[in-house]
C-alpha cells in the first residue's frame, strides 16, 4: 500500500514527466469525444498497438487523459446542437441546449468545462484516498439490485424530463423494449429483427443516439434562423470573455451541488457496467431535488448542466476502482485498458496495490494531471467554440445531417445504419412535436440489453421465480423508493394540471422539455 | 420539446389537439404486440424481458388512452393531429430533407462516400435556400474532402468505395496514410 504524503507527492510529480502525452492526449480526447460514434474505447482500440508499445505508466496515462478528456468532449455538442457525443451526456443537453438557445452557449461550455474538470480532480482525490474501501463497493450489489437501480434510474428520467408522467413513462419502456431487440443472451435466438440480419447485435446504439437527438434536432431546428432564440443577443454574448467568467463565478457559487454529484458520479462509476447513462441521471434528479428553484431545471438551469457534467467525469474515476481493486472492468474503457495492463504482466486485484502500488495509484495521478492540462486547454476555447450558435441554421442543419449520417455509418460499416439513423430520426420528431421525452427513448435503448443481462441472470438464481426480485434488501428499498417517487410525482402532475386550468400564469411552471 | 404544438390551441378551437399524442403509443404498441408474437415459441428466458417490459407498456398506453378518452369526452380536447400533420412549407422541407438523405443511402453503395455525400449535402442547402454559389459548391466539397481524409485516408474505416475513392486508391498504401 501506498502511505506518507512523500509518496503521493512524488507520484504526483512523476505524473507531470507524462505531459508530453497527456497534452496531445487530451486533445484527442476532447476531438473523438465531440464526434459521435467515436466513442474513448474506439479509440483507445484503434491506437492500441501504439499502447502497447509504450511503457506502462506512459500508456496509462495515455488512456486516462484519452478517457477523461473524451467525456468533457463529448458535452460540447449536446450543449451546442443538442447531440451528445455519447449516450452519457445526454442529461447535459437538457439545460445545455437550453442555455443555447436563449444565447448562452459561452456561459454553458464554460461551465461544462469547469464542472468536468473540477468533478473529474474532486472526485480522483477521493479515489486516491479511499480507493481500497471503495473498491468493496460493487460487490455488495447484487444482479437484483442491478435491475432495480435501471428501472429506478429510467423512470426517474421519465419524471424528471417531462410534465406528463404516463408519457415519459410509455417512452422509456418504448425504448427499453428496443433495446431488447437482437439475439438472446442464453439461446442466441434472434428476437423483433423484422428479419434484418444487421439488428441480430441488438438496435446499433451510434445510430440510435444520432437518429434521436441530432437528426430529429435537426428537422426542428432550421424552422428558426439560428440556434439560439435572438441571434443579435447571442452575438453579443459570444463577442467576449464574460460568458466564459460568469460560467466559472456559477459553478464557485453552486460548488456543493459540483462536488455532491460528482461524489455521486464516482459512487455509480464504481458500479460494474452502470455507467455515465445512469449517473447523469441521478445527479440531475438529485441536484433538482435539493433545488430552491427544481422549475429551472430544463429551461437553462446552471445548477442542472453542473450536476449532469461534475457527475459524467466522477463516473471516470469510478469506473477504474473496480478494474484495479477486483479486476472487473467498469466500463468498456476500462476493459480496453485491462487488456493492455495484462499484457504488460500487471496482475490485477487487491495485490495490485502491495505489489505495484507505483502503477495503481499512478493511474489516478496522471488522470490528475490530465485533468489540470484541460483547465488551461478547454476554458479559454469556450469563447471561440460557442460562436457556432450564429452560423445560420439553412447552412448548420445540412451540415450536422451530414455529419451525422456518416457518423452512423462509420461505426459499423453497414449502410443499413444510415436507414436506423433516420427511423430513429422520425420517432425523435414525433417525440418532441407530441411531447414523448426523446431522452428517455435514448436511455431505455441504452440500458435495454444491460437490463436483459442482470435481470436473466437474477431469474436463472431464482429458477425462473419473479419472486426473486424481491428479495434483496438493497433492492426492496429501491422498489419502495420507485413507488414513492412515482407516486409523489403523479400527484405533483395533478396539482401542476389543475394550476393550469385555474391560471394561464401557472403554464409558466411546466417544464418545457 | 415543442411544447406548444402538442398542446396547441387557437382562437377558433379551443380544444387541445391530442390526436398526434397517439403516434408514439401507437408505434410502442404495435412493436410490443409485434415482439409478443415473434418470441411466443422460444425458451421463457428467450420471452421474459420482453414480456416484463411489454405488458406495463402496454398498460401505459390503455392509461394513456383513457386519459385521452376522459378529456375527449369532457370536451377539452380533439382527436385532431395538429401542426405535425399541416402541410406546410417547412413540412415539405423537411420530407425532401429525409428523402435526401434516404436517398443518400441508397446510392452510397455506387457512388461511394465522398461523391454521395457531397450531393446529399448540396442537395440539402439548395433545400433549405442556400442559394451563394461559393457555398454550395466549397461547403459541400471541404466537407466530403473532410471526411474522405477522416474516415477513409486516416483512419481505414470499413466505407463504401465509389469512383473518387477508387481514383485517389493508389495515393493510399496499405489502406491509410
Known amino acids: 500500500m501506498l502511505s506518507g504524503w512523500e509518496n503521493y507527492g512524488t507520484l504526483l510529480i512523476a505524473s507531470f514527466t507524462h505531459l508530453w502525452i497527456i497534452i496531445p492526449a487530451v486533445v484527442l480526447g476532447i476531438l473523438v469525444g465531440a464526434i459521435p460514434g467515436f466513442s474513448a474505447q474506439n479509440t483507445l482500440l484503434i491506437l492500441l498497438p501504439l499502447t502497447l508499445v509504450m511503457d506502462i505508466d506512459t500508456s496509462m496515462a495515455f488512456m486516462v487523459s484519452v478517457y477523461c478528456a473524451s467525456h468533457m468532449g463529448a458535452g460540447i455538442p449536446a450543449i451546442l446542437i443538442n447531440m451528445p457525443g455519447t449516450g452519457g451526456h445526454a442529461a447535459t443537453c437538457l439545460d445545455g441546449f437550453a442555455m443555447t438557445k436563449q444565447g448562452r452557449s459561452q456561459e454553458a461550455l464554460a461551465i461544462s468545462a469547469f464542472a468536468s474538470v473540477v468533478g473529474g480532480l474532486f472526485t480522483t482525490i477521493l479515489a486516491i484516498a ?51 431487440v437482437g439475439t438472446d443472451f442464453i439461446y442466441g435466438t434472434p428476437r423483433a429483427t423484422f428479419g434484418f440480419i444487421e439488428l441480430y447485435e441488438g438496435v446499433p446504439l451510434v445510430p440510435a443516439l444520432i437518429g434521436l437527438l441530432a437528426i430529429s434536432e435537426a428537422l426542428v431546428m432550421f424552422e428558426r434562423e439560428s440556434v439560439a432564440l435572438s441571434s443579435e443577443e447571442a452575438r453579443q454574448k459570444v463577442s467576449g470573455w464574460t460568458g466564459t467568467f460568469e460560467g466559472i463565478h456559477q459553478c464557485i457559487r453552486q460548488w456543493w451541488i459540483l462536488a455532491w454529484t460528482s461524489f455521486i458520479g464516482l459512487l455509480i462509476g464504481i458500479v460494474p457496467g452502470a455507467g455515465a447513462s445512469i449517473a447523469s441521471f441521478v445527479a440531475y434528479a438529485q441536484a433538482r431535488l435539493f433545488s430552491s428553484d427544481p422549475q429551472s431545471f430544463g429551461r437553462g438551469s446552471p445548477a442542472g448542466l453542473i450536476a449532469a457534467e461534475s457527475s459524467n467525469n466522477g463516473v471516470t474515476s469510478g469506473t477504474l476502482v473496480p478494474l484495479l481493486a477486483i479486476g472487473v472492468p467498469g466500463g468498456t474503457t476500462a476493459a480496453v485498458m485491462a487488456v493492455v495492463l495484462q499484457y ?81 430520426g422520425v420517432i425523435g420528431y414525433i417525440c418532441r412535436r407530441t411531447g414523448y421525452n426523446v431522452i428517455a427513448v435514448l436511455i431505455g435503448v441504452l440500458l435495454g440489453p444491460l437490463f436483459e443481462q442482470y435481470l436473466l441472470r437474477s431469474l436463472r438464481l431464482g429458477q425462473g421465480d419473479l419472486q426473486i426480485l424481491f428479495s434483496s434488501s438493497i433492492g426492496n428499498t429501491l422498489w419502495g423508493l420507485l413507488v414513492l417517487s412515482l407516486a409523489l410525482q403523479w400527484w405533483k402532475g395533478r396539482r401542476m394540471r389543475r394550476a393550469l386550468r385555474n391560471g394561464p400564469a401557472a403554464k409558466e411552471t411546466i417544464n418545457p422539455y | 420539446m415543442d411544447d406548444h404544438l402538442s398542446r396547441e390551441t387557437s382562437p377558433g378551437a379551443p380544444k387541445r389537439a391530442l390526436g398526434a399524442d397517439l403516434l408514439i403509443p401507437a408505434v410502442a404498441g404495435l412493436f410490443a404486440l409485434y415482439f409478443f408474437w415473434d418470441t411466443w415459441n422460444l425458451k421463457w428466458e428467450a420471452r421474459i424481458n420482453g414480456i416484463l417490459i411489454g405488458v406495463p407498456l402496454l398498460g401505459l398506453i390503455v392509461l394513456k388512452i383513457a386519459s385521452m378518452a376522459i378529456a375527449i369526452t369532457e370536451g377539452r380536447a380533439s382527436m385532431r393531429l395538429g401542426s405535425i400533420a399541416a402541410w406546410t412549407p417547412d413540412q415539405r422541407r423537411r420530407l425532401v430533407l429525409l428523402a435526401v438523405f434516404a436517398g443518400f443511402a441508397m446510392l452510397i453503395g455506387w457512388l461511394g462516400v465522398t461523391l454521395s455525400l457531397f450531393l446529399a449535402l448540396l442537395a440539402s442547402l439548395w433545400i433549405l435556400d442556400v442559394r451563394s454559389p461559393a457555398l454550395l459548391v466549397l461547403l459541400p466539397a471541404g466537407t466530403a474532402a473532410l471526411v474522405y481524409v477522416l474516415f477513409i485516408a486516416v483512419l481505414d474505416k470499413r466505407m463504401p468505395y465509389g469512383p473518387v475513392e477508387n481514383l485517389l486508391a493508389p495515393l493510399l498504401v496499405g489502406g491509410g496514410i
Open chain 1, 130 to 180: 479511499f480507493l481500497p474501501f471503495l473498491s468493496r463497493m460493487g460487490l455488495y450489489l447484487h444482479s437484483v439490485d442491478m435491475v432495480v437501480i435501471m428501472v429506478f434510474g429510467l423512470c426517474l428520467i421519465a419524471m424528471i424530463a417531462t410534465d406528463d408522467l404516463v408519457k415519459g413513462l410509455i417512452a422509456g419502456f418504448f425504448g427499453l423494449l428496443m433495446g431488447v
Open chain 1, 344 to 424: 504488460n504482466g500487471v496482475l490485477l486485484g487487491p495485490r495490485l496495490f502491495t505489489d505495484r502500488p507505483e502503477t495503481a495509484y499512478g493511474i489516478f495521478f496522471s488522470m490528475l494531471a490530465a485533468y489540470i492540462v484541460m483547465v488551461f486547454l478547454v476554458l479559454p476555447l469556450a469563447r471561440y467554440v460557442g460562436t457556432i450558435v450564429l452560423v445560420p441554421t439553412r447552412v448548420l442543419v445540412p451540415l450536422i445531417l451530414s455529419l451525422t449520417v456518416v457518423a452512423s455509418l462509420a461505426n459499423r460499416g453497414y449502410v443499413f445504419d444510415i436507414y436506423v439513423a433516420l427511423v430513429f
